[in-house]
C-alpha cells in the first residue's frame, strides 16, 4: 500500500495518541471528518494500524521486575521450535518473544512479573519444563532509558 504525506501525519498523530477523536485528527492533519475517517478504515483494512490498545503503567501495577531472557534450545527443528512458541505465547509474564541470529541463545524474551520470587517461579514451573530448553540465560532490567511505543515514519517519502 502506498503511503502519502497525510497518511503519515494520520500514523504520527495515532501513534502517540490512540484515543484521538476523528474530529481532533482531521483537524491536525489538514482533512474534513469524513475523508480522514475513510483514511484510517484504509490503514486498519490494509493491516498498517493492527490494532488500538491501552498502555499501562508497569510500576504502578506491582509489576517491578522486568526481566530479558535468552533461551537455548537442544534442536532447531520445526516441530521443537513450534511447541516451545505455542507455550511461551500462553504465558502472561512474556510480553515479547522473539527467535534470534548472532547470539549464543535461539530466542530471547522480555518477561514482567512483580519480584525475584515469581521470576523464580516463572523460571522454574514453566521456561524450564518445556521440552526442548537446554539453556536459560537472564538479565535484568536497573532502570528503562528508552520505552517508546512509536515506529519511526521517516523514511515514508513525501511526494
Not at 525475584?116 to 536497573?142: C, D, N, P, Q
Amino acid at each position: 500500500m502506498k503511503l502519502d504525506r497525510t497518511d503519515r501525519r494520520i500514523l504520527e498523530h495515532m501513534q502517540v495518541n490512540g484515543r484521538i477523536t476523528n474530529l481532533e485528527l482531521a483537524d491536525t492533519v489538514g482533512l474534513s471528518a469524513t475523508p480522514c475517517a475513510r483514511r484510517v478504515k484504509r490503514l486498519e483494512e490494509s493491516g498498517i494500524i493492527e490494532r488500538h490498545v491501552t498502555l499501562l503503567n508497569q510500576s504502578q501495577l506491582g509489576l517491578k521486575l522486568t526481566a530479558i531472557i535468552g533461551i537455548s534450545m537442544d534442536r532447531h527443528t520445526p516441530d521443537r521450535f513450534e511447541n516451545f512458541e505455542n507455550q511461551v505465547s500462553n504465558f502472561p509474564e512474556v510480553i515479547e518473544c522473539s527467535v534470534v541470529t548472532g547470539q549464543s541463545a535461539d530466542y530471547l524474551l522480555k518477561a514482567v512479573v512483580p519480584d525475584m520470587e515469581h521470576y523464580e517461579a516463572f523460571l522454574l514451573g514453566k521456561l524450564t519444563r518445556i521440552e526442548g530448553v537446554t539453556g536459560v540465560h537472564s538479565s535484568f532490567v536497573l532502570r528503562r532509558v528508552v520505552g517508546k511505543t512509536e515506529l519511526p515514519l521517516d523514511h515514508i517519502s513525501e511526494p
